[in-house]
């Protein structure tokens, strides 16, 4: 029977280690370190999970049952190869990184990655949050999926190729929709208008995809091949040349497509 994973050493304190450090701590999981390269960072988030911090990857705790490595893509490669911990199990939070960037440093490996939106300011709801793990054994995989269904209803084994195209939808549903909404509350506040004007459109967008799909809840005046009204919507964007050329893409992405089969 696998050994449970105790004692958890947390390497990262931005956005994601944060909210996934507090997840676990308000389960019954024992953090017992924070790591950050900032020391208020390290600190802070430590004070949060009554754990040891530190600045230094030399003094990582050393047995700790699983290491959590909570980062930047374009600095994951350098920390992995600067930790000489080999003991315990080492995993990633990134979706669009292999599991084996730890393969030449570390026998028991694999990926923990949660599917959501993190910021330090705003605790979540980790019970509906997929967890999408890999690990280099079955033994590990049933380690990760065993601490994850402790803070997550919803957990899935997926492999590296599956969990890249997870990620990369997540980015056009989360960060380019965002963007979107970026530009429509500037375009609102020109006119001295509140972005939350928008809030019932949101929430019924989302809740029809939900339900219908997003290719079967396509409508607006690109959808119908309006051109009277794009036309419009373009010389009123004539004042921002990039916005303007966002919405002749995304308009002629869906006139070519129509709906996504």
């Keep these: ?7 958890i050493v947390l390497i990262g304190a931005g956005n994601l280690a944060t909210q996934l450090g507090l997840a676990l701590h308000r389960h019954g999981l024992h953090i017992v370190q924070v790591y950050s390269r900032t020391e208020q960072s390290a600190k802070t988030l430590a004070e949060q999970l009554n754990a040891e911090f530190t600045t230094n990857l030399a003094e990582l705790v050393p047995t700790a049952d ?19 911990v080999t003991q315990g199990l080492h995993v990633h939070t990134a979706g669009s990184m292999p599991m ?13 990655y949660p599917l959501q939106t993190f910021s330090k300011q705003k605790l979540v709801d980790f ?20 601490i ?34 970026a530009i429509a509350e500037k375009l609102l506040a020109e006119q001295n208008l509140p972005f939350d004007l928008l809030t ?5 967008t989302l809740e029809k995809a939900n339900e219908l799909s997003p290719s079967k809840s396509q409508t607006g005046p690109a959808q119908r091949g309006d051109q009277v009204v794009i036309n419009k919507h373009m010389q009123l964007l004539e004042q921002h040349p990039e916005w303007q050329a966002i919405y002749k893409q995304l308009t002629q992405s869906i006139e070519q497509t129509k709906t996504i089969k």
Excluded: W
């Excluded at 029977?1 to 105790?6: A, K, R, S």
């Excluded at 960037?101 to 923990?112: D, M, T, W």
């Excluded at 949050?129 to 590990?140: H, L, Y």
């Design 200 to 204: 019932p459109l949101i929430t019924e």
């Design 66 to 84: 699983l290491y959590i490595y909570a980062l930047k893509d374009d600095v994951l490669a350098e920390v992995i190869n600067t930790v000489s």
């Design 100 to 112: 084996t960037i730890f393969a030449e440093k570390q026998r028991n490996y694999g990926v923990l």
């Design 127 to 146: 019970t509906e949050i997929p967890i999408f793990i890999s690990a280099n054994s079955t033994e590990n995989s049933d380690k990760l999926t065993i």
């Design 1 to 7: 029977m696998n050994q449970p994973l105790q004692h």
């Design 148 to 181: 994850s269904q402790k803070i997550t209803n919803k957990v899935f084994v997926t492999n590296d190729e599956q969990r890249e195209y997870i990620h990369l939808s997540g980015v056009f549903a989360c960060n380019f929709t965002n963007y979107l909404y």
